[in-house]
Nanobody
Framework: QVQLVESGGGLVQAGGSLRLSCAVS????????MGWFRQGPGKEREFVAA????????YYADSVKGRFTISRDGAKNTVYLQMNSLKPEDTAVYYC???????????????????WGQGTQVTVSS
């Protein structure tokens, strides 16, 4: 059984940066296509970014394109989300998720991800 553990959240001022990490255990992270999602207060969970198991394909939500960068380190079994130029509207609980499909792909739909972390809070003050 795979486990995902996020870290790196916190409180930051608008314009600042944070780097979230998602540690994958139980199986090598290369076995999964990975994604980041977020859920703001009173909002539904939404897609943020995804990276294929090979790392060759990456996709971002329009709201974070140019500010966030997703990456993965197979040797460390970790997926990252570098967040720059943060805005108050980025405030949310951020979740990483794993898609076990045996193909290298990027997916934006919540239902495609079988495994989820517990989430890490990101708060951006104005």
């Amino acid at each position: 059984q795979v486990q995902l553990v996020e870290s790196g959240g916190g409180l930051v001022q608008a314009g600042g940066s944070l780097r979230l990490s998602c540690a994958v255990s139980g199986r090598t992270s290369r076995s999964y296509n990975m994604g980041w999602f977020r859920q703001g207060p009173g909002k539904e969970r939404e897609f943020v970014a995804a990276i294929s198991r090979s790392g060759g394909s990456i996709y971002y939500a329009d709201s974070v394109k140019g500010r966030f960068t997703i990456s993965r380190d197979g040797a460390k079994n970790t997926v990252y989300l570098q967040m720059n130029s943060l805005k108050p509207e980025d405030t949310a609980v951020y979740y990483c998720a794993a898609d076990p499909a045996p193909v290298s792909r990027v997916v934006v739909t919540i239902s495609s991800y079988d495994y989820w972390g517990q989430g890490t809070q990101v708060t951006v003050s104005s």
